[in-house]
């Protein structure tokens, strides 16, 4: 049996990874005007970067896929 360890480095595919550390996806509730991410979220993010792999907030679709108040979402609510 092969012994590793938390701080280790490893591969995820074609990717190295600098230990075995994953921060799941969160939602932070941080989005300003028009569902788009801030300056918070920017910060947040910075404060966990060095600590390993981050995979990012989930965004919603549509505004009727929105679960919680002031979540990022991948749409427009402006008219065309």
Known sequence: ????????PTNLGAITLANRIV???????????GFVPGDLTAEYYAQRASAGLIISEVTQ???Q?????????TYS???R
């Open 1 to 8: 049996m092969t012994k590793t360890t938390l701080f280790e």
């Open 23 to 33: 921060m799941v996806p969160l939602t932070r509730n941080r989005a300003g005007a």
């Open 65 to 73: 896929g929105q679960g919680y108040q002031d979540t990022p979402g």
């Open 77 to 79: 609510t402006m008219p």
């Open 61 to 63: 679709i549509s505004q």
